[in-house]
């Protein structure tokens, strides 16, 4: 997916000014943020939920090879294969030869964000791969040629309207009115598909060590087609994905739709494990798990483990202000919203990525919300820190901030510029605020500076002889 | 009625830097509560910036300088108190974290963080609301700063403290926990995004018909304040403790 973090204020300022976006965000915030909300409050015990399964996770990654490896031995024993990808470009080169080796021509797939990290999808259609996306949300972006803008609701970011006008006029026929209507229109498209895909590619939620089972969880029950009509499924994952047992798997579960779209549990949680067995009516002839690191393994080691709990359920972005302005399109690689803002300057560069967690507020519901508690803030913080050390901030944020600390290290002199300072801004004042600075102007902007009196807290209180 | 001050302790007020230059009116508001209660306050001198703006902008080593000249300054008082949650939050969660690998400092961090309070709170659990007796009658939103929520958890304290004056009448507002979109530098860094957050909040706080908007942190006061009266909205802003102390009766924030 090509990375267009660079371009992040022009497209959030471009962003905040189209309507559609703006109606299409208003309906799905209302949606996701009340459902979750009610779906919680019928667990009483959801914080105990989250506390273990942050403490769970954390002692998953600190023994995560082991757990890798002993998921790869039970795959093999059951007629499947594993193959590792150190990075993207392994990645794509490991699914392409498999499919070259399948004699594919037409690649059905299911919702993976994995995949759209690795660039697949791109990668397959250059080899002549005529690429099904048969997720709903999915196949509305690709028909639109556009990346999704969610991890879990990829059109998001599209009303009614736009989807209908777009499958008018990609399968014919008057634009639909209803989302029923449009529904039953992309699953007839997409039936005709799945019957002569070669191979299935999908995502996976869990990987489950003790079993050798992959896991996902769908509405629509596309990944279930995708994986049992193909001739051959091949499962991307994070390396990350792994659990130990079932019972680790179903304690994640719990958290994961509550969190993700508000529901008890998604319409289907599919395990599939290994390729068709003699007796087994239908299923692949071939099954394969490609586990990605892609910098995974390095984020192991040091403040970015946390990150690596992450069940991709969409909670943070679906509760985050900035995201809900802007939408997914804006943080312009993969993984928008604030689990993005921390991924991302990891995935494609602190630089490249910049402004990400730089957007940010630090107000904290993300990680209030998260079920695994990722301590979203303290993460967006320590990229900027990061990027501190790597000189990234702006040349005349740095001399300033670095202006700043030899003041405030001095208090005759931070007081000395803050009564001047008081006194100039006092000055400028009308009615008691100022309309307009120059230097200013990214306040003032947007809003009045309210005006000082004239002099500070401190000067009063002293001069007053209070602590004399 | 004032206790004699003193008897209760020795506070040092921190004075923001926000509160110090734009609105010295709420330390002075804090004072009079704090000593009509018995409470002997001091504010030190030499105190300048919590060092908040460096660590959430990046600069680690700079949060660091300043977290120790802020606890040399206030620890040897029985309590800190600080307007504004968010100040406050640095003090008590980010100099602990900031100086956990210091053996000369961790100590004092965790120390001084221990005796720290967020004002509305130290009033609400510590002082008591029995020394407030103000009139304020009017239609009033109360707007929840995000670091003073979620790191602090204070949402019942000035709702607590505000049932006690005089002809109030608390409205609240739809999406109370959502953000107002100051941010700090993000306010200045991304004017757009902020300034789209402050309008969403401020329909928001608009919708529930108050004439006034109360909060705990000054930076959010401003922000929003500041959205007020560029948009011409006949409502005015206050720190709570303004309010509570019987000192709001001057113009309200960004108002003459």
Redesign the interface.
């Known amino acids: 997916m090509q990375i267009r973090t660079r371009e992040f204020v022009p497209r959030a300022t471009f962003a905040l000014h189209d309507p559609n976006l703006q109606r299409a965000l208003a309906k799905a915030a209302d949606g996701f943020i009340g459902k979750r909300a009610k779906a919680i409050a019928e667990v009483p015990e959801f914080e105990a939920l989250r506390e273990a399964a942050s403490a769970r996770k954390d002692e998953i990654l600190s023994e995560l090879d082991l757990w890798l490896e002993r998921f790869e031995a039970r795959v093999r024993a059951v007629g499947g294969q594993v193959h590792w990808a150190r990075d993207a470009e392994e990645a794509r080169a490991i699914v392409l030869a498999l499919c070259r080796r399948a004699g594919a021509r037409t690649v059905a797939k299911g919702k993976s964000m994995v995949s759209e990290e690795i660039g697949l999808n791109e990668a397959l259609a250059a080899d002549g791969l005529e690429v099904i996306e048969t997720d709903l949300g999915e196949y509305i972006v690709q028909l639109a040629k556009e990346p999704p803008s969610h991890i879990i609701a990829p059109a998001v970011h599209k009303t009614k309207e736009q989807v209908a006008e777009l499958f008018a006029e990609h399968h014919g026929g008057p634009p639909k009115t209803t989302v029923p209507e449009l529904v039953t229109e992309a699953r007839l498209q997409l039936r005709r598909k799945f019957f002569r895909t070669d191979v299935g590619i999908t995502g996976a939620n869990f990987l489950i060590a003790e079993t050798g089972a992959s896991v996902i969880v769908t509405n629509e029950g596309n990944g279930d087609l995708t994986q049992s009509l193909a001739r051959v499924h091949i499962v991307t994952a994070g390396i990350e994905k792994v659990v130990p047992t079932l019972e680790d798997a179903t304690l994640f579960l719990r958290l994961l739709a509550r969190s993700a779209t508000g529901q008890d549990s998604e319409t289907y949680t599919t395990y599939s494990m290994g390729p068709r067995r003699a007796d087994d009516p239908d299923g692949p002839q071939e099954y394969h798990v490609v586990l990605v690191d892609n910098g995974r393994s390095r984020m192991l080691g040091g403040p970015w483990r946390p990150m690596l709990r992450c069940i991709r359920c969409g909670a943070c972005m679906n509760h985050c202000p900035v995201y809900g302005a802007i939408g997914g399109h804006a943080y312009g690689w993969v993984y928008p919203g604030p689990m993005g803002s921390v991924l991302t300057p990891l995935f494609v560069g602190l630089d490249t990525a910049y402004d990400l967690p730089n957007a940010c507020t630090l107000n904290g519901r993300c990680g209030e919300v998260c079920p695994v508690k990722i301590p979203l803030p303290d993460l967006i913080r320590e990229v900027r820190h990061a990027q501190q050390r790597d000189g990234l901030h702006p040349p005349a944020e740095q001399r300033a901030k670095a202006l700043w600390r030899r003041a405030a290290e001095r208090p005759a002199l931070y007081h000395g510029l803050e009564r001047l300072a008081v006194r100039l801004l006092a000055t400028l004042g009308r009615k008691g605020r100022i309309r307009r600075m120059a230097g200013l102007h990214a306040w003032t902007d947007a809003r009045d500076l309210p005006a000082p009196s004239g002099r500070t807290f401190l000067e009063l209180w002293h001069a007053k002889g209070r602590d004399e | 009625m004032s206790s004699p001050p003193g008897r209760a302790g020795t506070v040092g007020l921190f004075?923001t830097?926000l509160?110090?230059?734009?609105?010295?009116n709420?330390?002075?508001a804090a004072?009079r509560l704090l000593e009509d209660a018995g409470w002997r306050?001091?504010?030190p001198?030499?105190?300048?910036?919590c060092?908040q703006?460096?660590?959430?902008?990046?600069?680690?080593d700079?949060a660091r300088?300043?977290a120790r000249?802020t606890i040399a300054q206030f620890e040897a008082f029985d309590a800190l108190v600080a307007p504004s949650g968010s100040c406050l939050a640095t003090l008590k969660y980010d100099y602990p974290r900031l100086l956990r690998d210091d053996p000369l400092w961790a100590g004092r961090a965790q120390a001084l963080a221990d005796k720290s309070w967020e004002l509305l709170t130290f009033l609400h659990e510590r002082v008591g609301a029995e020394h407030i007796r103000s009139r304020f009658p009017h239609r009033v939103t109360y707007h929840d700063s995000?670091?003073g929520l979620?790191?602090l958890g204070i949402r019942e304290a000035p709702r607590a403290l505000l049932a006690r004056v005089e002809g109030l009448k608390l409205v609240e507002a739809e999406e109370r926990?959502?953000?107002c979109?100051?941010?700090?530098t993000?306010?200045?860094?991304?004017?757009?995004?902020?300034?789209?957050?402050?309008e969403?909040k401020v329909q928001r706080l608009l919708a529930t018909r108050a004439e006034v908007v109360l909060g705990g942190d000054l930076g959010c006061l401003?922000?929003l304040?500041?959205?007020l009266?560029?948009i011409c909205a006949p409502v005015r802003v206050y720190h709570t403790v303004e309010v509570l102390a019987g000192l709001a009766d001057g113009?309200g924030?960004?108002?003459?």
């Open positions: 004075a830097c509160m110090n230059a734009m609105r010295p709420i330390g002075f004072a306050v001091e504010v001198r030499e105190q300048t910036c060092g703006p460096a660590y959430n902008g990046g600069d680690e700079a300088a300043l000249r995000c670091s979620r790191q926990e959502v953000c979109g100051f941010g700090g993000f306010s200045v860094k991304y004017p757009a995004l902020s300034e789209r957050l402050a969403n401003l922000h304040a500041g959205r009266t560029r113009p924030i960004g108002q003459a």
